[in-house]
């Protein structure tokens, strides 16, 4: 089966830091990933590589079996990658709904009349999905931290992503709002989308995730089973003296 996107040997060189030093890996159609590892080891260098924020001083990467390694990021995005950033980027001045059709409208198949309407309907089929259809003529920064959060994943969602990468979605939130982003994603997964979440806390994706990758000082430590991946001695000393070993 093809991945759905994919990353062959990439390294990522800053000046004398190598902060991505050689990491393949695929991401499985309607899986949700993990990707994991202490600070400074590279996990959001992988993402802006797979977003084309970042370019790879060497490897590949593969977006639905096709080369992207030269794409910019808005071909990726119209390709179908979506993504969501640590600090949430939401346009103030438009309303909620607004935003989230700012997400659909820039696709390629909203160019028609028919395309406009249909992307209106998404919209307002990913405010209801992740249930800020309430607060929909709100300006987002009137807005709790953890809502504006699943407005920003209904902006991603919006545009139908084969691929959906969320970093550190739950950074800096309460408990009750990391359990309604953590339900808000598992609605997703149940619904075939295939995402990849960025996290430091391993707890927080144990019981979520399906697949999990541990990076480490740029390279990917293990890689598998979420449970039995998280309980190996390497993966644990990599985490130890944190407060987030589960
Ligand atoms: P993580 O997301 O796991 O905290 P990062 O990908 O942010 O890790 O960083 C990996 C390494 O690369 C770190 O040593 C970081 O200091 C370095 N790094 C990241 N971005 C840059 C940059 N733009 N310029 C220089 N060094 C960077």
Do not use: C, W
Request: aromatic share 4%.
């Amino acid at each position: 089966m093809t991945a759905v996107l994919e990353l062959r040997d990439i390294k990522v060189r800053f000046g004398g830091v190598k902060a991505v030093d050689g990491v393949s890996l695929a991401l499985e159609p309607g899986h949700l990933h993990a990707l994991v590892g202490p600070n400074g080891s590279g996990k959001t260098t992988v993402v802006n590589t797979m977003s084309r924020l970042v370019t790879p001083t060497d490897g590949q990467v593969f977006l639905g079996g096709q080369d992207v390694t030269a794409a910019g990021p808005h071909e990726v995005y119209r390709r179908g990658l979506a993504r969501t950033f640590q600090g949430i980027r939401l346009v103030e001045g438009l309303t909620v709904r607004e935003n989230v059709l700012l997400g659909v409208q820039e696709l390629p198949t909203a160019r028609s009349r028919a395309g406009r309407r249909r992307a209106a309907e998404a919209a307002d089929e990913a405010l209801e999905r992740m249930d800020v259809h309430h607060v929909a003529q709100v300006a987002p920064a009137a807005l709790p931290y953890g809502v504006q959060r699943r407005v920003e994943i209904a902006r991603a969602v919006a545009g139908a992503p084969k691929i959906l990468l969320l970093d550190e979605p739950v950074a800096g939130m309460s408990a009750g709002e990391r359990q309604e982003i953590s339900a808000v994603l598992g609605r997703l997964r149940d619904d075939g989308m295939t995402m990849l979440l960025i996290e430091h806390d391993l707890r927080f994706v144990l019981g979520l995730s399906d697949h999990l990758f541990v990076l480490n000082f740029g390279q990917l430590l293990a890689a598998g089973d979420p449970a039995a991946t998280a309980a190996l001695p390497a993966v644990q000393e990599a985490f130890l003296g944190r407060k987030h070993v589960p």
